[in-house]
């Protein structure tokens, strides 16, 4: 009986062995070691990849800039061989501030400038209201501006966060409802941008008692 039971035991030692090489042989490579068949020696892993450009402070504000169409009404237009588009010499500008703008019509609804084809004043039952100046320029743009200002300006719909209302067709309610790593981001790349020197008119009020 005791050298039945030894030799079941020496059985399945060796049994084991065996499965046990046999892993060993079939198992890839374990991650820092070289590919294989084979190789045991260490290498470096692989570096880890660049973050994307949405990823950064500067790159994010770029994105949501572009996505939420500021350029739309920001960047005074031009006409090209396809119809009006933005003119990126002036990115951001505002209002041109030698452009002479018309009367505005005696109409309810609001309309956006005709003819120069800018897309930068609008008219409306609150008066007539110019695109800022969202470059970093020191006299005419945000550059005086402070990150705390912009977050205030945003939310509250005052101008620098405490001076006039912020009026129609900026559609600050909506944006005000970002969160705060969103709006700094927009923030950081409107400071990154080339400043240009431009003064936009100040808003002026309705001729007539508000509709």
């Known amino acids: 009986m005791l050298r039945i039971r030894l030799f079941a035991f020496a059985v399945a030692a060796v049994f084991v062995a065996v499965l046990a090489a046999c892993r060993q042989q079939e198992a890839p ?3 820092g070691t070289e590919a294989y068949p084979g190789g045991s020696a260490a290498v470096e892993p692989a570096s880890t990849p660049p973050p994307a450009p949405s990823s950064d402070l500067v790159g994010g504000g770029r994105y949501l800039v572009t996505v939420m169409g500021c350029n739309d009404c920001h960047t005074p237009y ?16 505002g209002h ?3 452009l002479k703008m018309p009367p505005p019509p005696a109409l309810k609804e609001p309309w956006g400038m ?7 004043a609008w008219a409306g039952p609150w008066g007539v209201s110019y695109t800022t100046n969202l470059t970093p320029d020191q006299n005419t743009g945000i550059g005086i501006w402070t990150e705390d200002m912009f977050l205030r300006a945003m939310r509250t719909g ?3 966060g405490t001076s ?12 005000g409802k970002m969160r705060d ?6 923030f950081a790349y409107l400071k990154s941008i080339p400043p240009i020197k431009n003064r936009v008119p100040d808003p002026q009020p309705p ?3 508000p509709q």
């Open 181 to 186: 790593e969103e709006l700094k981001a927009i």
């Open 78 to 93: 031009k006409m090209g061989k396809n119809g009006p588009e933005p003119d990126m010499t002036r990115m951001l500008s």
């Open 114 to 120: 005709v003819g120069a084809v800018t897309n930068t």
């Open 96 to 98: 041109p501030e030698g």
């Open 164 to 175: 006039r209302t912020i009026l129609p067709p900026m559609p600050w309610p909506w944006y």
């Open 29 to 31: 490579a374990a991650y």
């Open 158 to 160: 005052k101008h620098m």
């Open 207 to 209: 001729s007539g008692p």
